[in-house]
T-cell receptor
Framework: KAGVTQTPRYLIKTRGQQVTLSCSPI?????VSWYQQTPGQGLQFLFE???????NKGNFPGRFSGRQFSNSRSEMNVSTLELGDSALYLC???????????????FGSGTQLSVL | GESVGLHLPTLSVQEGDNSIINCAYS??????FIWYKQESGKGPQFIID?????DKRQGQRVTVLLNKTVKHLSLQIAATQPGDSAVYFC??????????FGGGTRVLVKP
């Protein structure tokens, strides 16, 4: 069974641009969560999607958004990029429960975003 | 878990020795705890979990110990191998709340 797949692996953008990251969960997993990982703040929860609906949201500004498609694939978008958005963005999938349950989260390898 | 800030604490261990990685958590209502391993260039991978009704759980070469009195979690790795070199994260959650990750500990295995 293929793991969680994230594309692209690396991205370089400039301030003010917008970016879209993609995540394909493990087959059969319906919950997809997104995390931002930086050296200073560690792993911070962005949001979780289930059945094409945002089910949980972290404390990030509205520039960060996402969506989920009927096949459970998810995208996240960051608009008006700032230097501080440079980070590793990780996607995690689970069967149904997501990060608010004791279901295991399976992480992808992430997208490394650099904002210049 | 509690964030440990910009500089990851680092544990250097000789190959073959046992490693002990410590983690403090702050929420006394947390009832589920988990350890993840993150190798360079990869996402976190599940290692082992434990619920608050237990104080010890063993896996393959790993043992997690939970001390709820002092809100402390530890991961013990037996006979550490070069492939164990990675950053290790603890995470905790209370019922209905999200998993909260600690800042991580880097483990360097010396040959």
């Amino acid at each position: 069974k293929a793991g969680v797949t994230q594309t692209p692996r690396y991205l370089i953008k400039t301030r003010g641009q917008q970016v879209t990251l993609s995540c394909s969960p493990i087959s059969g997993h319906r919950s997809v969560s997104w995390y931002q990982q930086t050296p200073g703040q560690g792993l911070q929860f962005l949001f979780e999607y289930f059945s094409e609906t945002q089910r949980n949201k972290g404390n990030f500004p509205g520039r960060f958004s996402g969506r989920q498609f009927s096949n459970s694939r998810s995208e996240m978008n960051v608009s008006t990029l700032e230097l501080g958005d440079s980070a590793l963005y990780l996607c995690a999938s689970s069967l149904e429960g997501g990060p608010n349950t004791n279901e295991k989260l399976f992480f992808g390898s992430g997208t490394q975003l650099s904002v210049l | 878990g509690e964030s440990v800030g910009l500089h990851l604490p680092t544990l250097s261990v000789q190959e073959g020795d046992n490693s002990i990685i410590n983690c403090a958590y702050s929420n006394s209502a947390s009832d589920y705890f988990i350890w993840y391993k993150q190798e360079s260039g990869k996402g976190p991978q599940f290692i082992i979990d434990i619920r608050s009704n237990m104080d010890k759980r063993q896996g393959q070469r790993v043992t997690v110990l939970l001390n709820k009195t002092v809100k402390h979690l530890s991961l013990q790795i037996a006979a550490t191998q070069p492939g164990d070199s990675a950053v290790y994260f603890c995470a905790d959650k209370a019922a209905g709340n999200k998993l909260t990750f600690g800042g991580g500990t880097r483990v360097l295995v010396k040959p």
